[in-house]
């Protein structure tokens, strides 16, 4: 074979190659996107996250990811921190084989919280969201030793995701804590919408699930300390009235329970 002709069937055979390999992902999308999310998932946040389903369309990105759950960590009783029945999205499929891949929008749907706090004082979202921190930080660091050592790197290889719009809708929490003297609590958990998670060029799966979680643990720590402190400061007035007469005892506890209504993650 002339050199002419062996040059172009190794371009054929590559052709061939990339085609094989793009209907690969392609029809097996659903199965790769859930594996991936279930080990990207299980290393960040230092826990087993798993899914029940996965349906994606490679032609138009809409999809839908059903049952992905987040265990307790290690010091906190077996079963879920995070229940999420059910993840509204949509792809951008022009990137879905580039990097990043741009996801529209997610629209997470009436998630379940299952707060708790140890021994320690430390509760099961802030050790999910520290483990996190800390697997951003150490992707961080290997991006950038990546792009020390390679000339014109634009980074690590690992696929960077740009998220442009996330709503958590709905959704409620019941909780456990020392706070409440061993008392639990429900409460519905508050919305949340960001734009831009990652920014233009993307980030680590783990620097955006950072960014989510801190932003979500915060709204959802207003709720438990406003739950908290409700309970307090009600059972201190409950003491304090009894000893007052009827009515003016009544009308003081109205007052207090208008208040914390009005506070977030107060009685409706």
Known sequence: MNPTRKILASAAAIGVALVVLVLYLLTNLDAIVKREIERYGTRITGTTVSIESVEISP??????????????????????????????LKIDPSTLTGNPVVVEKV?????????????????????????????????????????????????????????????????????????????????????LTMHAIGGARGASPAAVGSEILAAYGAKVAIVVATKALEKTVKSQVKQATDLLPGSTGKALGGVIDDVFKLLPGGED
């Open 59 to 88: 032609t138009s990105g809409d999809g839908t990811i059903r049952g992905l759950r987040i265990a307790n960590p290690p010091g906190f009783a077996a079963g879920s921190a995070f229940e999420l029945e059910e993840i509204q």
């Open 107 to 191: 629209i997470v749907v009436s998630p379940k919280l299952h707060y708790a706090m140890n021994g320690l004082g430390k509760s099961n979202v802030r050790s999910i969201l520290d483990n996190v921190k800390r697997s951003g930080s150490q992707d961080a660091t290997s991006t950038a030793s990546n792009s020390a050592n390679t000339a014109n790197s634009t980074g690590s290889d690992e696929t960077r995701i740009a998220i442009r719009y996330l709503s958590f809708q709905g959704g409620e929490m019941d909780a456990s804590s020392h706070l409440l003297g061993g008392q639990s609590f429900e409460a519905s958990l508050p919305g």
